[in-house]
Structure formats: C-alpha cells, structure tokens
C-alpha cells in the first residue's frame, strides 16, 4: 500500500491542543491563567528583555562596526620565485593546484618576488605590474585568464546577516 500526502498524520498522543487559559473561575487555569498572584509578571505589562530599569543586554552588549563588502575578490598570491621553484613550463591554475600550491578553483594573481631565468608561460586571473614585467622580460608571456563570473561583478557571498 502506498502512503499518500492525504493521509499522513501524526502519531496518536503527540499533539496536544493548546490550553486555553483565563476562561473562567470554574475550569483549570481560571482566574489567574497560571500567572500566580499580583507583581508585575502577573498584569500584560513586561517588555521583552525587561530587567527591572536596569540596562537591559541588548542594549549593554558593544554592537559590531564596519562593513564586509559581499562582492570581494580574493586572490591567491603566487610570486615568481614559487613558479621558478616548481619548474613548470606552463603555469596554469589547474597546473599550480596539482603541485599543492593553490587551493581548487582559486583566483590566481602573481606578484613579483623573486626572479625568473627561464621563458615561461604564465596563465593567471591577474597580474602585478612588476611581475607581468618579470616574465616578459625572461622571454615568457601572460595570459589573463577570465574570471569564472566574467566580466560583471562576482555573486555576493553571505547572507543577509553579513554585512551587519
């Protein structure tokens, strides 16, 4: 037999309804409604996060300052002296994440640190000025590889908690 969405229902004994209190002296939770007798937490008058006229905690606690802007571009640096090190011919993203030096589907900028001796190949997301400089002058060539979002801005990262 198949169960379909008409039938569910819960488990007999695990719903309750609700007790409706203040009805009358003559039923359970007459009169007082379970609220003991007179005082403030008796009448309909406490705030939420009332504490007796002393500075209540969401008002005591420091708030958060500044801002984390959703649509920021993290790179992975990668200097020269890293890609002379690996000795890659042709250094790619997916090249320098099979070496163990970026992590998978990282933006990739190289900086210029360090010296190249050798003509190599370069494909990153960016490119320092010192280092696109570094490369041709040893005979290699950049090539900018586009960002996966392409040209627009990146998809926010967060949620509507983030940026408080």
Known sequence: MTIKI?????????????KRVGRGIAG????????GTKGQKARSTVPLGFEG??????????????FNNPFRVEYQA????????????????????AKGLTHKGALVKVLGRGQLTRAVTVRAHAFSKSAERAITDAG????????????RRPPAKGNQFANR
């Open 53 to 66: 006229g002393q500075m209540p905690l969401h008002m005591r606690v420091p708030k958060l300052k500044g």
């Open 140 to 151: 290699g060539t950049v090539e900018v590889v586009p960002k996966p979002w392409g040209d």
């Open 78 to 97: 990668i200097n020269l002296d890293t890609i002379e090190a690996a000795e890659l011919d042709e250094v790619t993203p997916e090249s320098l994440h």
């Open 28 to 35: 359970k939770g007459g009169k007082t409604a379970g609220r």
């Open 6 to 18: 008409h039938d569910l229902k819960p488990a007999p004994g695990s719903t309750r309804a609700r």
